[in-house]
């Protein structure tokens, strides 16, 4: 199998991971029902059209929605200055302020807005096709005239709607990498999982989320990340130094690990070294991060490529240095193994 590529379903499990989805396990159950031997694209779609026939089945949410128009006869708050310019009254109707409990809220106008642009792109599958059409129908009553994509990254969700997480999520992915054409106008989804930038973040994203979610089968747990600062610098423009952070900082009872992860279409150099700049960024955490009595740790974890990489190094007489790589091409259950091991060794 080419490592240099990764399997759609587990580029898949890695972003509901990045995005911290709650439902992971309703969602690993029902991706084996999904067609893998295709194209990003349409494996979002489906997963997507999957989604919202959930939310139908569920329900699809209604919310009191303030309007203003004019109607027959009375509803709500008159107003009766506008009414009285435009003359309504004689044709027994009149601007109102109302409330309406419908479906138009901004949930199902972002459903509804991306159904209808996966459906316009031309790579879609026919079948896929027709099942967007048929599920649009149950969104006669949502307008489109709001934009989408600002409020998809302000959107929060109550409990009483959480069905709708993987939906949205996904309609965030898709709206993300939905591009259009300037030459000819023409949309088109951008396949993110070739781009090395976007798949580094999602990558480190993974590593940490997985860690926080899966650390709880272990007592004395902590995952986040971490300023450290730099030690013996002084002075009035410390602002204009760069900020150290690290990606995951696990806290055991008996050790801190500082894992650096990297996602690189090659792991090792051009002289099949490790790349030096990675283990420079490291061994400066190791050593501007002085814990108390606690030995530290530090581990590079990168994507397994075309060799597997199982290295360790005692750093000084209290710290170590581990490189290891994962094959994200391997059944999932055997990804989360492998990951669970490296920080239990």
Not at 159 to 171: D, P, S
Not at 280 to 286: A, D, G, R
């Amino acid at each position: 199998m080419n490592k240099n590529t990764i399997k759609i379903k587990n580029i898949y499990y890695m972003l509901m991971y990045y995005e911290n989805i709650s439902s992971l396990k309703r969602v690993f159950k029902k991706i084996d029902t999904i067609n893998f031997e295709t194209d990003l694209f349409n494996f979002l779609a489906e997963i997507l059209i999957n989604e919202v026939k959930y939310i139908i089945k569920k329900g699809v949410n209604k919310a009191y929605i303030k309007e203003y128009d004019s109607i027959k006869g009375i509803k709500g708050k008159v107003d009766i200055n506008t009414s009285l310019k435009q003359q309504t009254f004689i044709n027994g109707k009149a601007f109102c302020y109302f409330d309406s409990y419908i479906e138009n809220t901004i949930e199902n106008i972002i459903l509804k807005k991306t159904l209808k642009k996966i459906y316009s792109i031309k790579k879609i599958n026919l079948i896929l096709k027709n099942k967007v059409k048929y599920l649009l129908f149950y969104f006669q009553n949502v307008s489109e005239d709001k934009i989408i994509n600002k409020n998809l990254n302000k959107l929060k969700l109550n409990r009483e709607i959480l069905y709708y997480e993987v939906a949205l999520n996904t309609c965030k992915l898709l709206n993300e990498n939905i591009l259009i054409n300037e030459n000819n106008g023409e949309i088109y989804f951008y396949d993110f999982s070739k781009d090395e930038y976007k798949m580094n973040l999602i990558f480190e994203g993974f590593i940490r989320n997985f860690y926080k979610i899966h650390l709880n089968e272990f007592s004395g747990k902590i995952v986040k990340r971490i300023d450290i600062k730099w030690n013996n610098l002084k002075g009035y423009d410390l602002n204009f130094l760069p900020k150290m952070q690290t990606d995951i900082t696990i806290y055991l009872q008996n050790k801190i690990i500082i894992i650096d992860a990297k996602y690189y279409r090659e792991t090792l150099n051009k002289n099949n070294k490790i790349h030096s700049s990675h283990l420079y960024q490291l061994t400066s955490y190791l050593d501007k991060y002085s814990p108390k009595l606690l030995p530290l740790q530090g581990i590079l974890i990168y994507p397994e490529v075309k060799e597997s990489l199982n290295l360790s190094y005692q750093y000084n007489l209290k710290n170590s240095l581990k490189i290891k790589t994962i094959d994200l091409n391997e059944e999932w259950l055997n990804i989360h193994k492998a990951l669970i091991e490296i920080i239990k060794e």
